[in-house]
């Protein structure tokens, strides 16, 4: 515990789908939820909605694609002295439409890449030294079913075109093993989970979102000694 009250985690697109399901996961048990915020009104109803069930809940104003925006909301999480337990980098974005490395679609490769993978690379960097002076730190990376990487060698990835939100799942699995050797002397744990609806066409399947953000909240209250820079 950094100093407050209760443990505090900040998700990323917290504001609806499966990042307002993490945070309600975790604010049901015992966090203080951040609710990283593009759209700030969006994170505004969205904060009230779980104060009414009893949950400590506050949007944070964060663009994804504005490095400023993430410096800022590293600021303020940094100079407020309540400190930060858990990192939930689980926003992402997809292509439109499926589409080969033949098509000349590169500016939204790069959309996906700088959302997909820089974001979480450089909001995880801003926020390390309030997690590293946690004794609970933790870094959950929502990654994608689509990559096959971290399983068998890319074989289930070759022929999905998505060649760019799979790619930049891929880079975010790497991620998640390069912080872990960074931070192995710490109490600091990172992983990477896969939730299957973390995609627009299902945001109004309550169900299975719950189900799905099940995953990313084990991760975030794993104990001490737990796994680390695994893929679940």
């Known amino acids: 515990m950094n100093g407050s009250a209760a443990r505090r985690a900040l998700i990323t697109a917290g504001t609806r789908g499966l990042g307002f399901h ?3 996961g975790l604010g049901q048990a015992g966090f ?8 700030l009104s969006r994170g505004i109803a969205a904060a009230a909605e779980l104060r009414d069930l009893g ?10 694609s504005v490095p400023a925006s ?3 909301a590293a600021t303020r999480i940094l100079d407020d002295g309540l400190g930060l337990d858990v990192l939930v980098n689980q926003a992402a974005i997809g292509a439109p439409r ?23 690379l450089l909001l995880s960097r801003l926020v390390l030294p309030a ?11 929502v990654s994608g079913h689509l990559d096959g990487t971290a399983r068998n060698g890319g074989a289930a990835t070759a022929g999905a075109r998505r060649l760019g939100y799979a790619s ?26 896969s939730c299957a609806l973390n995609d627009e066409a299902h945001l109004n399947l309550e169900e299975p ?24």
Request: no cysteine; glycine share 6%.
């Open 22 to 24: 993490i945070a309600l």
């Open 209 to 232: 979102l719950l189900r799905s953000a099940q995953g990313a909240i084990r991760l975030a209250l794993l104990r001490p000694g737990g796994p680390r820079g695994s893929f679940f």
């Open 32 to 39: 203080s939820v951040l609710l990283g915020s593009r759209d």
């Open 131 to 141: 997690l590293r002076a946690s004794a609970t730190g933790r870094i959950v990376n």
């Open 70 to 72: 993430m410096r800022a």
């Open 55 to 64: 949950i400590e809940a506050n949007p944070l104003p964060l663009d994804l």
């Open 168 to 193: 930049a799942t891929a880079a975010l699995n790497m991620l998640t093993l390069e912080l872990t050797h960074e931070l192995a002397a710490t109490p600091v744990l990172v992983n990477a989970v």
């Open 98 to 120: 499926a589409m080969t490395p033949m098509d000349d679609y590169d500016a939204t490769v790069r959309a996906i890449m700088e959302t997909n993978f820089f974001a979480p």
